[in-house]
């Protein structure tokens, strides 16, 4: 299996573009979680996926961030408009049957917002 | 809610000698508990995990950590470091409720030879 793949890995954009994170789930595995990593916060849950569906949004930072999960195989995670304070890396994972089993995470996409 | 508090964000060993990671964790329900090793530029890899049963749970790459819920603790350790185990290190926490991992701040290892 190719794991889960984020793409892209970098991304470089000016304060005000909108930005499009993708991330494509293990074949088989039915949640889907979105994960920032900043020095200052560390790794927060942004939301979390069951077979498609939003479960929790609870830590999306505000109404410039949305995610969707339009089928099995593809989610995306979308800022608009991008500030300078969402430069982080986003990481995506994937898991079958939530977190008490094993997380497998992509290796992340870097953005950088000017 | 929960929490999860890892002493020391650097943590620098020789290559040999005894490798320990501290987390302290706070829950309001019987904790799942997770260790992760995140590698540079790549993303979290699960190292051990606890759910139930036996304290003393066994991971990958000869890594161990001990449920201990008088201490609220689960520390990772490690008898003998590797030059391969330089990585990032993180702890997390999952209430009984939801799919909500709580990860600790992370503690880099260093190994030095």
């Known amino acids: 299996d190719a794991g889960v793949i984020q793409s892209p890995r970098h991304e470089v954009t000016e304060m005000g573009q909108e930005v499009t994170l993708r991330c494509k789930p293990i074949?088989?595995?039915?949640?889907l979680f979105w994960y920032r990593q900043t020095m200052m916060r560390g790794l927060e849950l942004l939301i979390y996926?069951?077979?498609?569906?939003?479960?929790?949004d609870s830590g999306m930072p505000e109404d410039r961030f949305s995610a969707k999960m339009p089928n099995a195989s593809f989610s995306t995670l979308k800022i608009q408009p991008s500030e300078p304070r969402d430069s982080a890396v986003y990481f995506c994972?994937?898991?079958?049957?939530?977190?008490?089993?094993?997380?497998?995470f992509g290796s992340g996409t870097q953005l950088s917002v000017l | 809610a929960q929490s999860v508090t890892q002493l020391g964000s650097h943590v620098s060993v020789s290559e040999g000698a005894l490798v320990l990671l501290r987390c302290n964790y706070s829950?309001?329900?019987?904790?799942?508990l997770f260790w992760y090793v995140q590698y540079p530029n790549q993303g979290l890899q699960l190292l051990l995990k606890?759910?139930?049963?036996?304290?003393l749970v066994k991971g990958i790459n000869g890594f161990e950590a001990e449920f201990k819920k008088s201490e609220t603790s689960f520390h990772l350790t490690k008898p003998s470091a590797h030059m391969s185990d330089a990585a990032e290190y993180f702890c997390?926490?999952?209430?009984?409720?939801?799919?909500?991992?709580?990860f600790g701040g992370g503690t880099r290892v260093l190994v030095k030879p």
């Open positions: 994972a994937s898991s079958r049957g939530g977190t008490n089993e094993k997380l497998f």
């Open positions: 074949s088989g595995h039915d949640y």
């Open positions: 996926f069951n077979n498609n569906v939003p479960i929790d």
């Open positions: 829950s309001s329900v019987p904790p799942y």
């Open positions: 606890y759910t139930t049963g036996a304290t």
């Open positions: 997390a926490v999952r209430g009984a409720a939801g799919n909500k991992l709580t």
